[in-house]
């Protein structure tokens, strides 16, 4: 009973009084869907992004899913995709019938490794998607070298990483494509939701094509036209998000600033905390600015601390195991293990740590707490 009355997640939602309106003021207005939240929303997060487009799909997932089929990804591609990150990341590939080609990831941080990216690369590959894991950009001065040298697109998975900069640039401006997920545990949320942000006209023109059934005009550019006539000129699909969720978004967004400084000061705690330990955190780059999603720590008898922080009531958890290594793509694409070799390692070490704006201080003092007493490594 205790522990359901004290337990920490790893990540949760804040919802205030200024997201119910901005929602409620939408449910009373004529447009529940495709009105004019949706372009706000966009161009709010666009410009936050420092780039032209955003356009606003169902959810992190269809963001890639429409990435994939805006750079042309179909059978016989193959695109490199780091080993640890969510299955969606390699899933979008997956659906265009492409191949994901998995790159294993640097030690210290868990991010793509670029001398690994550039031995992956064979003539059938057509892109890297680069994951910026925990909320750390990837390299992309080196990434972006590699696609340009090999003529790949370089798409950014970056779910984790809304508001993180890169030597002084946002997320969002750093790779060709830029995907954001709104899911309840990211940096905002719109339920479900997700973006893709784009300095290029083309790309962004074929991913609102793409979420609404491959037809070429929407319903306003019919009305401002006065026709009814509409070609579907490609398949698609309805990956649409709802004005109720736009307005959420853009309320959400308002206060993003705060929030990933607030998710800096818990990190900063957590690694004051876990100096002179065992416990050993990710490393952060020089010239980043970490937008924190994860916390993520590596530990000996990782399962020992997962299961005894669990029951202590502390919402721990595993990002991720390495994608190639589920069932379904050891059937599939015939893997086993062996194939990143760093990530395979990584990965029987790492836990998250709850972090997310709403954690106060005695809730971090007591995961610490909790952590201390299980004397790890001692
Ligand atoms: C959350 C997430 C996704 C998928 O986003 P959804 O909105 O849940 O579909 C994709 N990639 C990464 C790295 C994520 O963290």
């Not at 009084?17 to 929602?23: E, F, G, K, T, Y």
């Not at 006065?226 to 307005?247: F, I, K």
Request: aromatic share 8%; proline share 4%.
């Amino acid at each position: 009973m205790k522990k359901a009355q004290t337990y920490i997640p790893y990540g949760r939602q804040s919802i205030d009084d200024d997201d119910l309106a901005a929602v409620m003021a939408v449910l009373r207005s004529d447009w529940l869907t495709t009105g004019p939240k949706v372009l706000e929303f966009e161009q709010a997060m666009a410009g936050y992004c420092g780039v032209k487009h955003g356009v606003a799909v169902s959810s992190g997932t269809a963001a890639l899913h429409s990435a994939m089929h805006a750079i042309g990804i179909g059978p016989g591609d193959e695109v490199i995709v780091p080993a640890i990150t969510f299955a969606a990341t390699a899933n979008c590939v997956v659906y265009q019938g492409g191949t994901p080609v998995f790159a294993d990831v640097e030690a210290d941080s868990m991010l793509i490794d670029p001398q690994d990216v550039l031995r992956k690369i064979t003539p059938k590959t057509r892109a890297i998607i680069a994951v910026d894991y925990a909320g750390q950009p990837c390299d992309y001065d080196h990434l972006r070298e590699i696609a340009g040298q090999h003529n790949l697109f370089l798409v950014a998975d970056a779910c984790h990483a809304l508001g993180a900069e890169y030597k002084g640039r946002r997320v969002g401006s750093l790779a060709d494509l830029t995907v954001f997920s709104f899911h309840p545990v990211k940096h905002i949320t719109t339920g479900e939701g997700g973006m893709i942000v784009s300095d290029q006209t083309d790309l962004a023109e074929r991913l609102r094509r793409f979420r609404n059934h491959g037809i070429a005009t929407d319903h306003r550019q019919r009305e401002a036209a006065r026709t009814w006539q509409y070609e579907m000129v490609e398949l698609g699909y309805n990956y649409r998000l709802t004005d109720m969720q736009c307005a959420l978004g853009i309320s959400q967004l308002k206060k993003l600033p705060a929030w990933i400084k607030q998710r800096q000061e818990i990190a900063a705690r957590y690694d004051q905390a876990f100096k002179g330990t065992h416990i050993r955190p990710l490393a952060k780059r020089e010239d980043i600015s970490h937008a924190y999603h994860l916390y993520v720590i590596k530990v000996p008898e990782r399962d020992r601390v997962f299961a005894k922080m669990r029951a202590a009531g502390i919402g721990v958890n595993v990002h991720y195991l390495p994608v190639y290594l589920h069932p379904y793509y050891r059937q599939r694409f015939g893997h086993s293990r062996g194939l990143c070799p760093v990530a395979e390692t990584a990965y029987e070490e790492i836990i998250s740590l709850p972090i997310w704006p709403g954690l106060d201080e005695g809730q971090v003092a007591s995961v610490c707490h909790e952590l201390d007493k299980l004397e790890v490594g001692a």
